[in-house]
Nanobody, 124 residues
Framework: QVQLVESGGGLVQAGGSLRLSCAAS????????MGWFRQAPGKEREFVAR????????YYRGSVKGRFTISRDNANNMVYLQMNSLKPEDTAVYYC?????????????????WGQGTQVTVSS
């Protein structure tokens, strides 16, 4: 079993930045593909970014490309999401997810473990 705990969310003004962290425990995630998803009130959970086990392959949702950066520190079992130039439409609960298969996948259903989420609120 893998436990994931997100942190770093909060309230920020439009144009500001936040760095989300995802701490994994229970077993190493160094061979897992990892992803960040978000869910706004009344909307479905959506893909934000994903990273391969090695960190060599990165994919982003179109609306965050150039503003968000996903990264990982396998030595410390951590995954990060740096969010810059935040917009009100980025407001959501952000979730970290782990996929046992190291193969990247875009859909939430492909991920095996989930954190409880951290709230990000961007004011205009």
């Amino acid at each position: 079993q893998v436990q994931l705990v997100e942190s770093g969310g909060g309230l920020v003004q439009a144009g500001g930045s936040l760095r989300l962290s995802c701490a994994a425990s229970g077993r190493t995630i160094s061979n897992y593909a990892m992803g960040w998803f978000r869910q706004a009130p009344g909307k479905e959970r959506e893909f934000v970014a994903r990273i391969s086990w090695s960190g060599d392959s990165l994919y982003y949702r179109g609306s965050v490309k150039g503003r968000f950066t996903i990264s990982r520190d396998n030595a410390n079992n951590m995954v990060y999401l740096q969010m810059n130039s935040l917009k009100p439409e980025d407001t959501a609960v952000y979730y970290c997810a782990a996929r046992i298969s190291g193969i990247l996948a875009p859909t939430a259903s492909a991920y095996d473990y989930w954190g409880q989420g951290t709230q990000v609120t961007v004011s205009s």
